[in-house]
């Protein structure tokens, strides 16, 4: 680990040329600017001169306004606001749990497609044991098991959720990689590394994983929006967050009743998910690109 | 590809029109968003089996009018004191059938099939789900001749029309008692009733033809019924705008706006419904391990938390501004029928005395705007006024409700923490640890119903021999309510046969209610159709259904 920690000078180089290349991805840096307004209006959100939970039934159904930007609910609250307050809870268990689960499907991945053999068998049996669980089973017995606490702090709690989703969704990115490494740990520059006398760390972490980026980062992006989706969900089955908490995935899930009476409801979470994901997606494309190693030694 | 493209879009268009039902010359096309599974009224396991079932297969001896009366139907008369049907003792009832009277295939239709349907309701492994309260209290049957059923039963029994006004099975198209649930009866019944089913087309629609042996001469006046079965509430009101379908069961938007969209072409009916919403409270401690009644609850033990929990709703605005006028006032659990109480609210809306309460009962403003205990009756000092409020998930006006009332309780320094669960966890049993029925709960809102027989609910409700413990676990008072007063009350509206003695017992029971307040009555739901203005001979009905009284329907 120590050769790591003091990067010689031409590791230093290659993050400032990974950083350079990033940018150069225009629409990646565009990405970055827009996740980081939505992270802000998230973080900022008591900035709004209206809260998202107080209500004035008398004035339901407005439409977006001068007053109330993206109109109101059925219980007249303020949409805006409620979209602001939603992305604090959306933002977060679509960003972490992402995280979460792709640190999770990497680490198994990479150690069973690293070291093959026994390791592999153990590993991907793991794998496929977690595959095979059906969803909603599995979620109705955590359910039935959060029930009996008493505590809300641990059945209404945001990191059970994201731990939740992470731990339903790590098995896809791990059978990813594991595939990636498969290939990978056969190429001349693996070989080449370990001749040298390069440790398991050192060829995995520095040698295989940049390749593997891009596809990584591709699974984490549609995993991110079907997880904002997911949160939502799992308060339909009692535990997560509960109403009158505002979530994007749950103001979603109960505009799809007004759709004709008043379709801007359903519009505004859409369309912050649908943005959210373009951006994790620009910012994956980018990363890739400023990844990629054939792209770094051909470039400049 | 244009041709091509052309003759896709006809065909789709004939096949969706197909699709649609409309039926054509004297038929009428009725709306369900979702298809029944049976139409034995006895297997429902949904509401949706009623609303098709009630036009073929449920035409008994008796039914419920749009007053709540019970009327004669196959039966000449109603049994009574008065004419000798109903013993002196009230132990035998004696049913005569109308003259000449024939099943749908034209067999004859006789006291013998009244026999038979007692044999199957009476039998525990019929499978029945729902229909056979007093059966099991039938000990003998007798038929002297074809149109006359003696029943001889074990204790008075107050439900004895109620429990025929369902239907009759027919002994020689059906099957084994025991078997019921395989019947191929129960999609294809040979039945007394005005219709009788053409083709069933799975998902798609189910027709009916007239019976050509219905009892009333001349009736039905139309050749047939189709239901057709659409999920989609966008294009339900479409089809009502087309003209392709008459009846619209629950249209999904408001009055106002459906009258408005569908003006001149077909309007919403709205009649009380039977479900009636409010707030169960907890009297008894929650997670304490213990499902009786013995530790008082902390916060909720106090009767003054529950008045100024009552007094803190803003129940017009509820109703009115919130449901949008979707439901009427309901006060107690007697809100209709022939034992409605009219009751005025002991504690409505009124903040100042909710806070006034509170701060009597030991409960002061804490520095985040929720009251903490300081001197309460039951709760350690500091101890904050938060409580939650059980509900099931996916249905709207329940979730608006809570979110309604979490923001009327914040007003008043209450906490309310909003915790759904998926119906069969809320309405789950005892072994299941449903929390209503272990006693861990708070708060819990639901609506009940009665049917035109209440005394098996409400007991079950209201008894103090109720409460669900390990050694009781089907009881229903989850409120844990000792009140020996309605403990006396229940008890003797279920042995009166006496209308008026069991309806001022009940009120008893409703006015306990809200002196105690062992819950709170929010709102009476309102059942809606949408009605084609071509058809006439249409008849709302409480105690029935979307197709009840279609014998009389007929197009303008």
Known sequence: ?300 | MKIKLLTLFVVLGLILSACGGGGGGNTVTLILPEEPTTLNFFLADAAIVRQVADATSMTGLATINENGEFTAVLAQELPTLENGGLSDDYLTVTWKLREGLKWSDGEPLTSDDVRFTVEVLSNPDSGALVGTSGFDLITNVETPDDLTTVLTYSEPYPGYLDQFSYGLFPRHATGEPADMANWDWNRNPVTAGPFIVDTWASGESISFTRNPNYYEAGKPYLDGLVFAIVPEPAAQSAMMLNGEAQVHLWPGEFKADYDEFLKGKAQQYLIPGIWNMAIDFNLSAPFDGDPTAATPHPILGDLRVRQAIASAINYQALQQDVLKGSVSDSTNPFAYGWYKCDLPRKFGYDVEKANQLLEEAGWVMGDDGIRVAKGAKYAKDGTRLSLELQGYTAFDPLQLTEEFIVENLKAIGVEARIQNYDFSIIFGSYADNSPRAIGDYDMLIFDRGFTTEPQGYNFDAYHSSRIPTEANPTGGNYFRWVNPKVDAALELAGSSFDTQVRKDAYCEVGQAVLDDMPQVYLYLFQDNYGIADSLTGYTLNTWGSMSWGSQNWKFK
Not at chain 1, 22 to 40: D, R, S, T
Not at chain 1, 153 to 164: A, D, E, G
Not at chain 1, 280 to 285: L, S, T
């Open chain 1, 1 to 300: 680990m120590s050769e790591l920690a003091a990067a010689p000078p031409h590791e230093q180089n290659m993050a400032w040329l990974i950083t350079r290349r990033f940018f150069k991805h225009k629409l990646a840096g565009i990405a970055i600017a827009v996740l980081a307004v939505l992270v802000l209006a998230a973080v900022f959100a008591n900035l709004s001169p209206y809260s998202p939970t107080d209500q004035e039934p008398t004035n339901s159904f407005e439409k977006p306004n001068s007053t109330h930007w993206f109109g109101t609910d059925e219980l007249g609250r303020d949409v805006f606001s409620r979209i602001l307050y939603g992305g604090r809870v959306s933002l977060t268990v679509g960003l972490f749990s992402t995280f979460l689960s792709i640190a999770l499907g990497v680490l198994v991945g990479a150690l069973s497609g690293y070291f093959g053999g026994w390791v592999d068998s153990v590993l991907m049996r793991i794998t496929d044991a977690f595959l095979t669980f059906p969803t909603i089973f599995v979620l109705i017995l955590l359910g039935a098991f959060l029930r009996e606490q008493q505590a809300p702090w641990l059945k209404n709690s945001i990191v059970v959720v994201i731990v939740i989703i992470a731990a339903l969704s790590w098995m896809w990115p791990a059978r990813l990689v594991r595939g990636l490494f498969l290939v990978l740990r056969e190429k001349e520059f693996v070989t080449a590394s370990r001749a040298l006398g390069g440790s398991h760390t050192r060829l995995i972490i520095q040698h295989i994983l940049p390749n593997c980026i891009g596809p990584i980062l591709v699974s984490g992006t549609l995993q991110m929006a079907s997880a904002i989706i997911t949160e939502s969900g799992l308060s339909y089955l009692g535990f997560g967050v509960q109403p009158p908490t505002p979530t994007w995935g749950s103001i979603l899930a109960t505009a799809q009743n007004q759709v004709f009476r008043a379709p801007w409801i359903g519009f505004f979470p859409g369309f912050m998910i649908f943005i959210t994901v373009m951006a994790i997606n620009y910012i994956g494309d980018g990363l890739r690109d400023a990844f990629d190693p054939y792209v770094i030694h051909t470039s400049d």
